[in-house]
C-alpha cells in the first residue's frame, strides 16, 4: 500500500498509517514509506498481535488489489488497445512526492488520478527535481526567503527501473554536443504508472548531473535543458521502459520537444520530414495552461543553434526550417527567426489543442490568431476543455460523510450524483461545515504555535465567516485587493458581522513583485489584534491547500480578467461546501448562474489597471458588507443560516458535477483521446 500512491485518494489506507503511529505519521509529513522507517519496532510487532488491525491491513491490501486489477467504469482494464502518454513538467500527486509547484503540476496529478480511477490506459512523463520547488520561508518584515529540499528517492515510493542485467534503466540525450544520461524512476499512482527522469547519474559530467535539479530554476538555457530533457528523453524513456502511445498529449508547452524527437525517429525509419510531421501531428494534443505572452518559454536563436543544429539534420532539414516549427508570426527575419517559442511549436505539432475553460478557449484564438491568418476567430482549432479536480483527494471528511451516509460508496463512483445533497437537512450539514471550520481553525493555531515565539496561539474565531484565499503570489492575482482600504478592512473584521481571513501561496523566486504583495500582507497583521482574525500561513503546499479549502466557509479570487486561464482552488473549496466570490474569468466565468456564490465586478473592461482594480475592490467590499455577511449571519431560531445553508446546497448540486476531475476526464476522451487515437490509426474505444 506504501508503494502505490492511491493511499494519497484512499482514506482507509492513511487511515491505517496514522493509527500506525499518529506520531510518526505527523512528523514524516504523511508519507507512508517514511513512517514505515520511523515506527519503533516494538509498536510494529505490538500491532501484528492485534488482530483487528492486522485484519484492517488484510481489508484494505485486497481493497487495492481489487482496484488494481479490475476495470474501470470506462470499460478499459490496463493493456487495452488505447494508450495516452501524457508529459508535463511537475506533478502534484502528493506533497510527500515534491515534484510541482501550483496549479499546472497539481492539475497534472489529478489527471493521473481521474484517468486511474475511470481505467483509461495512460502513463505519465516528468522529470525528478532532486531539490524540487523551493520551501517558503518568512524573514521578521515579511520578505520572503526560499530554502531547497533534497529528495532521496530511495526513501520513498519511487522505484528506479533496471534492465534484463539489473543495470539501472537510462537514456540518453545529447546538450549542445555533450551527451548526458539519465536514470528513470517509476511511482505508480494507482493503475497509472508516472515514469520520472533523473540527469543526477554518476556517469555525467557535474553540470550534466543537475539538469533536473530545480524546478523552475536556474537561467533561460536551463530551463532548455530541462525541456530537452522532459521532450526529448521523455520519449526516450517511453520506448526504454517499453510503453507504447497511440495518443501523445503536452500539458503546456514546457514539453513540446517530444514531437521533435518524434518526428526525427520517423525520419530515421525512412519517412521524409513532412510525412513524419503530419504523422506526429495526427496523434498529438497541446494543452495551453496561459493567457498571458509572458508565461510562455521563448528561447533565442543562437541558444536553439548550440542544441538543435545537429538534431536539424537528423531530422533531414536546414536549421531554418526547424525555427520556423516555433518562429513568431510577427517575427520579421527572412528565415528562422530570432527567436523559438515553445507555445507556437505546440501549436504548429500537434493536431488538436485546447485551453482550460470556455473563457480560456476564446482568449487563445485571440492570443494566437496570427498562426492562422484570415481564419475567423471562431474557426481558430483552439478547443477548450474546462479543468477539474479529483474529488477523494479534495473532498474533507466532513463532506464526504453526508454524502456517503446516502449513498454508500458515492465517493468512488464514476460521475456520482452530486443533486443528493438537497435532500440533506439544513442543521445536519450546517453542522459538518462548523467542524470543517473548527478544523481549519486548529490547523493554523497549530501552524502558528509551531512558529517563531511570540506567534499568536488564539488566532480566529470558530464561530465567525472564514474567507479563505490561497494561490500563488503572481502580481495578476491581486492579492492584496482587500488592503486597498485598510479602514474599512478592519471595520469587516471586527463588524457586528465580522469575517476572519486565511491567506497562503508562494511568489517565485524572482518575482519580487509578487513578494513584495506578500511582505505587505504581513505588515497589515503586524498587530496583534489584527492578526488574531487575518493570519498569512507560510510554506504553501497541498496538505495546506485541502485544509484550507475544506474548511473555509468562502473562497475568495480576484484576478485581472481575463488572465486566469481557469483556477481550480475554488473547485476544491466548492465541493466541500465553500461558496465562491470570485472575478467572473477561468471557470467561474462558466459556473456562475446568480444562485450558486457571488461575481465581484462585471465582464467590462477598463483601459486603466488601476481603475479595474478600484472597482473590483469596492465590489469585493460592498459583497462583504451588505450581502455576504448578512446572509452567513441571519439565523433561524435553530442558530442555522438557512439562506446560507440554501446557497451551499445548490453550489454543491450545480458545481459538484462540474469541476469533478472524471468530468474533465472523460471531455479529454470523448473530444480528443478517441479523436487523435483514430486518427493515429487506433480503433477508437467503446464505452
Not at 487495492?64 to 493493456?79: C, F, N, V
Not at 502534484?92 to 489529478?110: I, K, M, Q, R
Not at 478592519?490 to 506578500?518: N, T, Y
Request: aromatic share 8%; net charge negative.
Amino acid at each position: 500500500m506504501a508503494t502505490n500512491l492511491r493511499w494519497s485518494w484512499n482514506r482507509r489506507a492513511t487511515d491505517l498509517f496514522s493509527q500506525l503511529d499518529a506520531g510518526a505519521w505527523a512528523r514524516a509529513g504523511h508519507d507512508p514509506m517514511k513512517t514505515l522507517h520511523l515506527v519503533d519496532p516494538r509498536r510494529l510487532a505490538q500491532h501484528a498481535r492485534d488482530g483487528a488491525f492486522v485484519a484492517a491491513v488484510r481489508d484494505a491490501a485486497a481493497d487495492l488489489e481489487a482496484y488494481l486489477s479490475g476495470q474501470g467504469p470506462y470499460g478499459l482494464p490496463t493493456g487495452a488497445p488505447l494508450s495516452v502518454a501524457y508529459f508535463s513538467p511537475e506533478f502534484g500527486v502528493t506533497e510527500a512526492l515534491p515534484v510541482y509547484s501550483g496549479g499546472l503540476g497539481v492539475l497534472a496529478g489529478d489527471h493521473l488520478k481521474a484517468a486511474s480511477d475511470l481505467g483509461v490506459p495512460l502513463v505519465g512523463i516528468g522529470l525528478l527535481y532532486r531539490h524540487g520547488y523551493f520551501l517558503q520561508h518568512l524573514a521578521v518584515d515579511g520578505w520572503q526567503q526560499e530554502s531547497y529540499p533534497t529528495l532521496e528517492p530511495t526513501q520513498s515510493a519511487l522505484r528506479l527501473l533496471r534492465g534484463d542485467d539489473g543495470a539501472p534503466l537510462t537514456i540518453e540525450v545529447e546538450l549542445a554536443g555533450v551527451p548526458c544520461r539519465a536514470a528513470i524512476w517509476k511511482a505508480q499512482v494507482g493503475r497509472v504508472p508516472l515514469l520520472l527522469l533523473d540527469s543526477d547519474v554518476p556517469s555525467n559530467r557535474p553540470d550534466a548531473r543537475g539538469v533536473t535539479d530545480v524546478l523552475y530554476g536556474g537561467d533561460s538555457e536551463h530551463r532548455l535543458r530541462q525541456e530537452i530533457m522532459l521532450g526529448i528523453g521523455g520519449v526516450r524513456a517511453l520506448q526504454a521502459a517499453g510503453h507504447g502511445a497511440q495518443v501523445w498529449h503536452s500539458n503546456e508547452g514546457h514539453a513540446g520537444f517530444l514531437g521533435l524527437e518524434r518526428i526525427r525517429s520517423l525520419v530515421q525509419a525512412g519517412q521524409s520530414f513532412d510525412s513524419a510531421l503530419a504523422s506526429v501531428r495526427s496523434s498529438t494534443i497541446f494543452t495551453t495552461h496561459t493567457p498571458v505572452p509572458a508565461g510562455i518559454d521563448i528561447f533565442e536563436r543562437r541558444l536553439m543553434e548550440r542544441y538543435f543544429s545537429a538534431f536539424a539534420r537528423e531530422c533531414g532539414v536546414g536549421f531554418d526550417e526547424l525555427m520556423d516549427i516555433g518562429r513568431e508570426v510577427h517575427d520579421g527575419v527572412a528565415a528562422g527567426g530570432t527567436r523559438f517559442n515553445m507555445a507556437v511549436m505546440g501549436f504548429n505539432l500537434a493536431g488538436r489543442a485546447n485551453g482550460v475553460s470556455k473563457l480560456h478557449g476564446e482568449v487563445s484564438r485571440a492570443m494566437f490568431s496570427e498562426l492562422w491568418p484570415g481564419l475567423p476567430a471562431a474557426e481558430i482549432p483552439i478547443g477548450s476543455i474546462t479543468n477539474g479536480v479529483h474529488a477523494a483527494s479534495w473532498m474533507g471528511s466532513e463532506m464526504t460523510g453526508i454524502m456517503e451516509a446516502r449513498r454508500p460508496g458515492w465517493i468512488d463512483t464514476a460521475a456520482p450524483d452530486w443533486s443528493v445533497v438537497r435532500d440533506v437537512p439544513d442543521d445536519e450539514l450546517w453542522a459538518a461545515r462548523r467542524r470543517a471550520r473548527l478544523r481549519l481553525v486548529r490547523f493554523v493555531r497549530d501552524r502558528l504555535g509551531s512558529g517563531a515565539a511570540g506567534a499568536v496561539s488564539d488566532a480566529l474565531d470558530p464561530e465567525v465567516l472564514t474567507i479563505g484565499f490561497a494561490r500563488r503570489f503572481a502580481q495578476y492575482k491581486r492579492g492584496t485587493l482587500l488592503l486597498a482600504d485598510r479602514d474599512r478592512l478592519r471595520r469587516l473584521l471586527f463588524g457586528e458581522r465580522p469575517v476572519q481571513i486565511v491567506m497562503a501561496g508562494k511568489a517565485h523566486p524572482r518575482d519580487d513583485g509578487g513578494k513584495e504583495m506578500i511582505r505587505q500582507i504581513i505588515g497589515f497583521t503586524a498587530d496583534p489584534e489584527t492578526a488574531s482574525r487575518f493570519v498569512f500561513l507560510e510554506g504553501y503546499d497541498m496538505e495546506l491547500g485541502r485544509v484550507l479549502t475544506q474548511g473555509a466557509d468562502l473562497w475568495l479570487n480576484h484576478p485581472r480578467r481575463p488572465l486566469e486561464a481557469c483556477g481550480t482552488s475554488g473547485m476544491k473549496a466548492a465541493i466541500n461546501g465553500g461558496i465562491n466570490c470570485s472575478i467572473l474569468d477561468g471557470w467561474w466565468d462558466e459556473c456562475f448562474d446568480g444562485s450558486n456564490g457571488w461575481a465581484i465586478g462585471t465582464r467590462e473592461a477598463d483601459d486603466e489597471p488601476e481603475v479595474r482594480d478600484r472597482k473590483d475592490a469596492e465590489s469585493v467590499y460592498r459583497l462583504l458588507e451588505d450581502e455576504i455577511t448578512e446572509l452567513f449571519y441571519r439565523r433561524a431560531e435553530s442558530g442555522v443560516p438557512e439562506g446560507w445553508v440554501q446557497m451551499m446546497k445548490a453550489s454543491l448540486a450545480t458545481l459538484g458535477p462540474a469541476v469533478s476531475g472524471d468530468r474533465m476526464m472523460r471531455d479529454y476522451l470523448s473530444d480528443l483521446y478517441r479523436p487523435a487515437a483514430a486518427s493515429a490509426g487506433a480503433p477508437p474505444p467503446s464505452g
